[in-house]
């Protein structure tokens, strides 16, 4: 499974039209927000029937969807897409999200469209994220827009702050640029959940109102007005670690 993020940021004040385009040989079958695709061949190369590929958009809101016939490696073929329009703002960021799962002609898809969801976010937070329910895991994957939201145009060092540049995925909340997590059944002598999580560039995440990780202060010298050194906290380049949730009674 591949999850694509295609995120625009603004540069300068002006109206976008921002599309989100797939290509394909033959769409087998296609329903609400879903394609069923596969190749055979491009050119003169002859490729394997048996493998399919479904193209999901679990972001859907202010986007429209469409197929068109086109003509692409000498052959006829279609493009799938998904469009938007909007006025931006200097720096406003609006996305796509793109689920892409490979599997045998024969292999069961029709259930992925309901496993497949966006997590709710704030407008104001600019982020993407999905969650996938994946057999007995569910996977969260989110992806700050704005990789600058929690920068501070001041004095400061670090120039950046937890509460600018904190999201909330789900049942996640960090100020992580990426965040990739599993969460599945503990092992039966030890009933509850366990977590596996990694998050990119990050000072602090919670999950469930509980802290998995914060990095503890220290000096920040050089400061941009002279003022003596301060403390601040810097980031972590990445965290990666798994805890075991356990059930109360």
Same mark, same amino acid.
């Given at each position: 499974?591949?999850?694509?993020?295609?995120?625009?940021?603004?540069?300068?004040?002006?109206?976008?039209?921002?599309?989100?385009?797939?290509?394909?040989?033959? $769409? $087998?079958?296609?329903?609400?927000?879903?394609? @069923?695709?596969?190749?055979?061949?491009?050119?003169?190369?002859?490729?394997?029937? &048996?493998?399919?590929?479904?193209?999901?958009?679990?972001?859907?809101?202010?986007?429209?969807?469409?197929?068109?016939?086109?003509?692409?490696?000498?052959?006829?073929?279609?493009? $799938?897409?998904?469009?938007?329009?909007?006025?931006?703002?200097? #720096?406003?960021?609006?996305?796509?999200?793109?689920?892409?799962?490979?599997?045998?002609?024969?292999?069961?898809?029709?259930?992925?469209? !309901?496993?497949?969801?966006?997590?709710?976010?704030?407008?104001?937070?600019?982020? /993407? #994220?999905?969650?996938?329910?994946?057999? !007995?895991?569910?996977?969260?994957?989110?992806?700050?827009? &704005?990789?600058?939201? !929690?920068?501070?145009?001041?004095?400061?060092?670090?120039?950046?702050?937890?509460?600018?540049?904190?999201?909330?995925?789900?049942?996640?909340?960090?100020? #992580? +640029?990426?965040?990739?997590?599993? /969460?599945?059944?503990?092992?039966?002598?030890?009933?509850?959940?366990?977590?596996?999580?990694?998050?990119?560039?990050?000072? @602090?995440?919670?999950?469930? &109102?509980?802290?998995?990780?914060?990095?503890?202060?220290?000096?920040?010298?050089?400061?941009?007005?002279?003022?003596?050194?301060?403390?601040?906290?810097?980031?972590? %380049?990445?965290? %990666? +670690?798994?805890?075991? $949730? @356990?059930?109360?009674?």
């Amino acid at each position: 499974m591949f999850i694509v993020f295609d995120v625009l940021k603004a540069r300068r004040e002006e109206w976008f039209t921002l599309s989100n385009l797939w290509h394909t040989q033959r $769409i $087998i079958a296609q329903g609400e927000h879903w394609y @069923k695709t596969v190749y055979e061949k491009i050119q003169d190369r002859t490729l394997s029937a &048996d493998k399919h590929l479904l193209i999901l958009f679990p972001l859907t809101h202010y986007r429209l969807e469409g197929v068109e016939p086109i003509r692409r490696h000498y052959q006829d073929e279609f493009l $799938i897409h998904q469009t938007t329009a909007q006025h931006f703002e200097l #720096g406003e960021t609006a996305g796509f999200v793109t689920v892409l799962i490979p599997h045998s002609k024969d292999s069961s898809y029709l259930e992925w469209p !309901d496993r497949v969801r966006t997590l709710p976010i704030a407008p104001e937070q600019a982020a /993407l #994220g999905v969650e996938i329910e994946a057999g !007995d895991r569910t996977i969260v994957v989110g992806l700050k827009n &704005d990789l600058r939201r !929690d920068i501070s145009r001041d004095w400061r060092r670090p120039r950046y702050t937890y509460e600018a540049g904190k999201i909330v995925f789900g049942e996640f909340e960090t100020d #992580g +640029d990426l965040l990739f997590a599993t /969460l599945s059944q503990a092992q039966k002598e030890t009933p509850g959940e366990r977590l596996r999580y990694t998050i990119v560039n990050l000072t @602090k995440a919670a999950f469930r &109102d509980g802290i998995l990780v914060e990095a503890k202060p220290s000096q920040f010298g050089l400061a941009f007005d002279g003022s003596p050194d301060g403390q601040g906290v810097g980031k972590l %380049r990445y965290w %990666r +670690d798994e805890v075991e $949730i @356990k059930k109360t009674p």
